[in-house]
């Protein structure tokens, strides 16, 4: 059972985890740097809807998809008699 002690050894993330230094990812090295020299902008959590996007348009879309469900139950429950 040498083996299986070594490779738990190897793979003990009790003791990976109680590292007093974790190195940072690649991408976060990446986006550190790149942020370095040309930050972000800041992003809205929810962007104001374009011109052509309105909050009807979205009722609109719901209210078809529903009527669609109805009539197909309805052409079902038809078809079964």
């Known amino acids: 059972m040498p083996e299986q002690d070594e ?3 190897e793979f003990d993330l009790r003791w990976a985890d109680s590292a007093e230094h974790k190195e940072p990812s690649a991408r976060a090295r990446m986006l550190a ?7 972000p902008e800041p992003v809205p959590f929810r962007p104001e809807p374009g011109p052509g996007r309105s ?6 879309k719901t209210a078809l998809v529903l009527a669609c469900v109805a009539a ?3 052409a079902l429950v038809w078809a079964a008699y």
């Open 72 to 74: 197909g139950v309805v």
């Open 7 to 9: 490779f738990e050894r």
């Open 33 to 39: 740097a790149r942020w370095k020299e040309n930050p």
């Open 55 to 60: 909050r009807r348009s979205s009722w609109w």
